[in-house]
């Protein structure tokens, strides 16, 4: 189903999709305005830089350090959504100011609170299931924990199908620059790992193992990032310095062929019979005799063979059974 353009969840959640998280989360997280890809390459790469991307803020490290622990990737998630919450204001600042200088900010007003709308959303989302997973952890009445626990369980399947999409989209920042995605994803990427990297914190790991798992999210990231811009530079003209006014028309889809009529096709008109009689020429003479003899000047003697006058006209040369008035040869 189409989605409406202008409406956040596009008419597409209904109420018996409240049950399915992930349905909730594809609405709330993938917003009817944001600017479909502009070719399925570009849909590739996105995928493998939000797999990157989850490296660097999951923190995979964690898991090979001192096993799988929810709260500490808990920790992780919600200091990256704080981290999300200064850089990317941050980040796309920088680029409004880099713009101005060919264009106007105001036609950017729209995409840009609606982008900072779905940024507040994710980020709420993050803080409420670590308040309930804390909520679970800290009480002992049976009853809160099967209430808050179900809820809890919605919720994670509802953050984590939510963090899938946001590191798509970027937080449908596509629909204020194509390439604003790209490197907010980059900026970010490194902004989680360099940290660790900086003040020694590797988490059990040795140097070397550490170097690697640390940074080699955000050098996949960086070098997917350069890729995806390259693309859009190549093929649709699309630069991160220019202002997105400034950019070339996009490709539309191509609108579907109307329907071939049953008499064969659209644009050749109706053949007849191949055995039929010839059509008549349109262009030629109307119908009728194809020959008319000359008709003959009134008072001109009739010529056998030739035009004439009426051959049963009286007089010589007229019709051969008239009266016969012969003259005399010799004149008196």
């Not at 919720?155 to 620059?177: D, K, Q, Y």
Request: proline share 14%; with cysteine.
């Amino acid at each position: 189903m189409a989605r409406t353009p202008g409406r956040w969840t596009g008419g597409t959640l209904t109420a018996r999709d409240i049950l399915r998280p992930h349905k909730v989360a594809d609405a709330m997280f993938h917003p009817a305005w944001i600017p479909p890809s502009l070719d399925p390459a570009i849909d590739k790469l996105k995928r493998i830089r939000v797999i990157a991307g989850a490296v660097a803020s999951v923190g995979v490290y964690t898991v090979f350090a001192d096993g799988f622990d929810p709260t500490e990737l808990l920790e992780n998630a919600l200091l990256a959504s704080v981290v999300l919450l200064f850089i990317t204001p941050l980040t796309v600042g920088v680029m409004l100011l880099v713009w101005r200088r060919t264009g106007t900010l105001r036609q950017l007003r729209t995409p840009l609170l609606s982008s900072l709308a779905l940024l507040l959303l994710f980020v709420g989302s993050v803080v409420a299931l670590v308040l309930l997973v804390q909520t679970v952890n800290g009480t002992g009445n049976t009853l809160v924990v099967i209430g808050v626990g179900m809820t809890m369980m919605w919720m994670l399947g509802f953050v984590a199908r939510g963090t899938f999409r946001v590191s798509g989209n970027f937080f449908g920042t596509g629909a204020v620059h194509r390439c604003l995605p790209a490197l907010l994803a980059t900026v970010t990427s490194w902004l989680v790992a360099v940290p660790d990297l900086v003040t020694g914190d590797l988490h059990g790991l040795g140097f070397a193992l550490g170097v690697v798992f640390i940074l080699g999210a955000p050098v996949t990231v960086t070098a997917i990032a350069l890729l995806e811009t390259g693309r859009l530079r190549r093929r649709y003209g699309i630069r991160l310095g220019a202002h997105p006014a400034g950019h070339p028309p996009v490709p539309g889809q191509v609108p579907p062929m109307p329907p071939v009529p049953p008499s064969g096709h659209p644009y050749v008109p109706p053949q007849g019979h191949p055995y039929g009689p010839p059509r008549a020429n349109p262009y030629g003479p109307p119908p009728g005799a194809p020959y008319v003899p000359p008709q003959p000047h009134p008072g001109r003697r009739f010529v056998p063979g030739q035009g004439g006058g009426n051959p049963y006209a009286p007089g010589a040369g007229g019709n051969p059974y008239g009266p016969h008035n012969p003259q005399p040869p010799y004149g008196p």
